[in-house]
């Protein structure tokens, strides 16, 4: 696909990864796939997507951590996020855009998007962030 935009999926979960992949490559998006937040962080650093979409709860580096440092690269710091995420439901906590700006400091996502994904609200929440 070439003159694709680029979105990097970065989620532990090999089910969520190949649904979402699926969907944006049906909206002609070029997918690359992560398996953790510190393997994202490196496949973003060496070649930095359009679009990232990030799960939360990971192993060896979680969701939080790799937006942190995302939005402190100056490789990645421009680049939209949207987040994926459970842990709304599964901790009944509500994560927000302000939320994560005042306690991580930096400008919060793009965009959330509660798991299981719904891919027409996945879609709108990406066109609503790149257009």
Request: a negative charge.
């Amino acid at each position: 696909m070439a003159g694709a935009k680029r979105v990097l999926i970065v989620d532990d979960d090999e089910s969520v990864r190949m649904f979402v992949a699926g969907v944006m490559e049906a909206e002609g998006w070029a997918t690359e796939e992560a398996l953790n937040g510190q393997q994202g962080v490196d496949q973003a650093e060496l070649d930095v997507p359009d679009l990232i979409i990030l799960d939360v709860n990971m192993p060896v580096m979680d969701g939080f951590q790799a937006f942190q440092h995302f939005r402190n690269s100056p490789f990645t710091d421009k680049v939209p996020i949207i987040m994926l995420t459970g842990i709304n439901e599964e901790h009944g906590e509500d994560y927000s855009r302000e939320r994560m700006e005042q306690e991580f400091g930096v400008e919060g996502p793009e965009g959330f998007v509660d798991k299981p994904v719904d891919p027409v609200f996945l879609l709108q929440s990406v066109m609503g962030v790149v257009g």
